[in-house]
């Protein structure tokens, strides 16, 4: 387990997959792709959602903001 779960609440309640080659199965098997970063400065595993269709919240990280656009609801 990675030393940060270890350390959280997390533990236990999530698994790190690794690399893998099947990537769009996965997105779109996901309720939700959230992605919380401070530093990333193009979050691709967010536009892997997008093209999923997967809805998520991003941080003002980078160019997170503008890979998502406008897109909050009204």
Same mark, same amino acid.
């Given at each position: 387990?990675?030393?940060?779960? %270890?350390?959280?609440?997390? !533990?236990?309640?999530?698994?790190?997959?690794? %690399?893998? @080659? !099947?990537?769009?199965?996965?997105?779109?098997?996901?309720?939700?792709?959230?992605?919380?970063?401070?530093?990333?400065?193009? @979050?691709?595993?967010?536009?892997?959602?997008?093209?999923?269709?997967? @809805?998520?919240?991003?941080?003002?990280?980078?160019?997170?903001?503008?890979?998502?656009?406008?897109?909050?609801?009204?």
């Amino acid at each position: 387990m990675h030393a940060m779960f %270890k350390v959280s609440d997390v !533990d236990g309640n999530a698994h790190l997959l690794g %690399k893998r @080659p !099947d990537t769009p199965p996965i997105n779109a098997a996901l309720d939700n792709a959230s992605f919380a970063s401070y530093v990333d400065t193009f @979050p691709n595993v967010r536009g892997d959602a997008m093209a999923s269709g997967i @809805p998520g919240v991003v941080t003002n990280a980078g160019d997170s903001t503008s890979l998502v656009g406008d897109t909050t609801a009204a």
